[in-house]
């Protein structure tokens, strides 16, 4: 094989391994935008106040997060 036919293999492959590359990068980085991020703040599924389990009474009210940053 001449040296200009190696040079095409080179180039061919070269291109190659960068489309696949490309492509693996782009899927995770899909996969990543899907991710959806956990509530800062989640909300309680009942009130404690509607508990009759709760000892205490009516308990206190947290200070509310602020978010970082």
Request: no cysteine.
């Amino acid at each position: 094989m001449s040296v200009g036919g190696w040079i095409a293999v080179g180039v061919v492959a070269w291109v190659a391994i960068a489309l696949l590359v490309a492509v693996l990068v782009g899927r995770m980085v899909r996969m990543r935008d899907r991710q959806v991020p956990a509530d800062p703040m989640p909300r309680p599924t009942r009130p404690a106040e509607s508990d009759s389990a709760w000892p205490h009474g009516t308990p206190r009210t947290p200070e509310p997060r602020r978010p970082r940053g």
